[in-house]
């Protein structure tokens, strides 16, 4: 799974906050597996990669090419999915066991993008995908967390 690493401005109200609603199907769709339970689930751990990232700073929104999708939460949306634990919502998908560590990976890229915008004063969580992804992937998915100034 790839992560974006761009810059851009806001997009309007509605599409804002309709990519929070979208976020946990998109989740899904991104795996690019069919949803199903193991019988003999894994133990679940973060992979020491994962595991090594530190809280981004909150800042200006990235930018989003002509190619991707791209959305910022208000920061009462953003406050919403923290109170709903979204992160721990992606993580716990049903999937094969294959597709784990990447679901895993996107969890904890939303959670630490969360982290971020949270520790912003009014801050919130931009979500940017790339629909051409070259990795494999149906999607490829950016969070970021956005400085307060920039959020509504």
């Not at 690493?5 to 690019?32: F, I, N, Q, W």
């Not at 090419?65 to 949306?77: C, K, L, R």
């Not at 294959?98 to 959670?111: E, I, R, T, W």
Request: net charge negative; hydrophobic share 45%.
């Amino acid at each position: 799974m790839q992560f974006l690493l761009s810059r851009t401005p806001a997009r309007s109200d509605r599409t804002r906050s309709l990519a929070c609603a979208a976020l946990l199907g998109a989740a899904a769709v991104a795996l690019g597996a069919p949803a199903v339970a193991a019988a003999d689930p894994a133990p679940e751990q973060t992979p020491e990669a994962i595991a090594a990232f530190t809280v981004p700073t909150a800042d200006a929104p990235v930018p989003v090419s002509g190619g991707e999708f791209g959305w910022v939460a208000t920061h009462a949306i953003t406050k919403q999915l923290a109170g709903m634990n979204a992160p721990e919502a992606i993580a716990t998908l049903p999937v094969p066991a294959q597709y784990k560590p990447a679901n895993l990976g996107l969890a904890q890229q939303f959670d630490l993008a969360l982290t971020g915008a949270l520790a912003s004063p009014g801050g919130c969580l931009q979500v940017v995908i790339d629909p051409r992804s070259t990795s494999g992937n149906l999607f490829n998915y950016g969070f970021f967390p956005v400085a307060g100034e920039y959020c509504s």
